[in-house]
């Protein structure tokens, strides 16, 4: 059983993981093959290799949103389980003459939509991968400041 806080922080602790340590370096190795390899253009020819970047940003950019939409359906099917698998734990407390649930429903809701939140931002904080290439390979000067 979980707490929905706890979901909610297991959530966004493996995004960060899945999205930026293990996904991120895997493209970063990618890349750093491909120049020990010859395979990325020259730093000399600069057109040529803002474009090689760029069509790696976009490439990158639809597998982001491959693995997004992977979660999503992950996501959902989490959360429409049969009946049998109690994920949540949900409390009925008396308060006087009412009763009410624990954690509200406006509550649970923020958490259910927080993990949403946090896939989003895990996306969103990816540089794009010329930035953080060691400057040995293109000496200091950054091709493009943007971000998928």
Not at 78 to 103: D, T, W
Not at 108 to 127: C, G, N, Y
């Amino acid at each position: 059983m979980f707490g929905a806080d706890s979901l909610a922080a297991l959530c966004h602790k493996t995004l960060n993981q899945a999205t930026t340590n293990r996904w991120f370096t895997a493209v970063q190795n990618i890349i750093h093959h491909g120049i020990k390899q010859k395979h990325v253009p020259s730093p000399t020819i600069q057109l040529h290799l803002q474009s090689f970047f760029d069509n790696a940003a976009m490439l990158m950019t639809l597998q982001l949103q491959s693995l997004c939409k992977v979660f999503m359906e992950k996501y959902t099917e989490f959360l429409c389980r049969s009946k049998e698998n109690h994920m949540f734990i949900i409390k009925l407390v008396a308060v006087g003459q009412q009763i009410k649930l624990e954690p509200t429903y406006h509550n649970f809701e923020t958490v259910l939509l927080d993990i949403l939140d946090s896939l989003l931002h895990s996306v969103r904080i990816i540089p794009r991968v010329e930035n953080h290439l060691n400057t040995v390979c293109f000496g200091s000067q950054v091709l493009s400041r943007h971000r998928y």
